[in-house]
């Protein structure tokens, strides 16, 4: 299967996230849930870890992986 065929592995709405905020409703370890735009999502971060409740941004989305970071306030 290969992209000339129509598949693709990342599902296209999620690319609409980047750059958004939201807050991480898990402790980020670094893997876990964040709501965004009130949806629910798996993200992941660079490695840090993020405590429940703390506000977020996404910076990235690659294939289905959708990456955040703190948000410094």
Do not use: C, F, W
């Not at 893997?31 to 993200?43: C, H, P, S, T």
């Amino acid at each position: 299967m290969s992209k000339k065929k129509g598949v693709v592995s990342q599902a296209k709405e999620l690319e609409t996230y980047l750059h958004m905020r939201g807050i991480a409703v898990t402790d980020l370890r670094p893997a876990g849930m964040a709501e965004i735009n009130m949806k629910r999502l798996d993200v992941v971060t660079d490695g840090e870890y993020i405590e429940a409740n703390t506000p977020v941004v996404v910076t990235e989305v690659t294939g289905n992986r959708i990456v955040v970071h703190k948000i410094e306030t």
